[in-house]
């Protein structure tokens, strides 16, 4: 298996830059907004989390088509 090592570095990387954005964006807001989350019930969580890893791959499979 031969990775592409700058490729997993520049898309942890950007992984960063994207989690960063709402707390630099949103600081005072995000206490609140974190509150909020954290008071919603697990079965919420999961959709939310599978929702975002399903985006997440359209967007790869999308970037990858571009791609030729």
Same mark, same amino acid.
Do not use: H
């Given at each position: 298996?031969?990775?592409?090592?700058?490729?997993?570095?520049?898309? !942890?990387? $950007? =992984?960063?830059?994207?989690?960063?954005?709402?707390? +630099?964006?949103?600081?005072?807001? #995000?206490? *609140?907004? %974190? !509150?909020? $989350? =954290?008071?919603?019930?697990?079965?919420?969580?999961? +959709?939310?989390?599978?929702?975002? #890893?399903? *985006?997440? %791959? !359209?967007?790869?499979?999308?970037?990858?088509?571009?791609?030729?």
């Amino acid at each position: 298996m031969n990775i592409d090592w700058s490729l997993l570095f520049t898309a !942890l990387g $950007l =992984a960063f830059v994207f989690e960063g954005i709402p707390y +630099f964006l949103f600081a005072e807001r #995000m206490p *609140l907004m %974190l !509150l909020k $989350l =954290a008071q919603q019930p697990p079965k919420f969580l999961r +959709f939310i989390g599978l929702a975002a #890893m399903i *985006l997440g %791959l !359209l967007i790869i499979s999308f970037g990858r088509s571009l791609t030729l």
